[in-house]
T-cell receptor, first 112, second 112 residues
Framework: DAEITQSPRHKITETGRQVTLACHQT?????MFWYRQDLGHGLRLIHY???????NKGEVSDGYSVSRSNTEDLPLTLESAASSQTSVYFC???????????FGQGTRLTVV | GESVGLHLPTLSVQEGDNSIINCAYS??????FIWYKQESGKGPQFIID?????DKRQGQRVTVLLNKTVKHLSLQIAATQPGDSAVYFC???????????FGKGTRLSVIA
């Protein structure tokens, strides 16, 4: 079955380190998204991509970057991890803009 | 599992009763709406969707109602079960090639 997977599921890192969270989908969806989820804030969009070589900033993009070198993967990089980036991160994909998005299981990142 | 949101609005219902979860959306031009369910430690999962040319759509035990006049969306769950306990999010699609916009969520707690 097609799916979307995130890795790792849990990560602890130190302040200032570069961290990359992986997202891989096998649906061949053009659209991919990264969200963070924090208490009281719901899902906030970090970055998104509508196809290979396309990337766009979301509402909370500072300190994060993404790259889209193929259809299947959208890795999220924290350039220099900060304690404020401790959160649960969700990746999602969708075939079109006005269709449902399918979510991964999430990555819990703790920055100490 | 992950704590999705300790400060979310909470709806407590007795097992077997019907639940109604409400959502006010932001943009009168939104043309597509989705309800997601998020269980502890998991990513959001699609429940039901509705397009703006409809005002009601039914699924298995769930019904979504759309009132475009007041920009209001509701999710009705019939005969609520303990397995329905989760956080529920509404999401809207704003035309113009933008990602889904998510509400902050409502926690549904089912009392056995």
């Amino acid at each position: 079955d097609a799916e979307i997977t995130q890795s790792p599921r849990h990560k602890i890192t130190e302040t200032g380190r570069q961290v990359t969270l992986a997202c891989h989908q096998t649906w061949n969806h053009n659209n991919m998204f990264w969200y963070r989820q924090d208490l009281g804030h719901g899902l906030r969009l970090i970055h998104y991509s509508y196809g290979v070589q396309d990337t766009n900033k979301g509402e909370v993009s500072d300190g994060y970057s993404v790259s889209r070198s193929n259809t299947e993967d959208l890795p999220l990089t924290l350039e220099s991890a900060a304690s404020s980036q401790t959160s649960v991160y969700f990746c999602a994909s969708s075939p079109l803009g006005d269709t449902e998005a399918f979510f991964g299981q999430g990555t819990r990142l703790t920055v100490v | 599992g992950e704590s999705v949101g300790l400060h979310l609005p909470t709806l407590s219902v007795q097992e077997g009763d019907n639940s109604i979860i409400n959502c006010a959306y932001s943009n009168s031009a939104s043309d597509y709406f989705i309800w997601y369910k998020q269980e502890s430690g998991k990513g959001p999962q699609f429940i039901i969707d509705i397009r703006s040319n409809m005002d009601k759509r039914q699924g298995q035990r769930v019904t979504v109602l759309l009132n475009k006049t007041v920009k209001h969306l509701s999710l009705q769950i019939a005969a609520t079960q303990p397995g329905d306990s989760a956080v529920y999010f509404c999401a809207e699609n704003i035309p113009g090639n933008t990602p889904l916009v998510f509400g902050k969520g409502t926690r549904l707690s089912v009392i056995a």
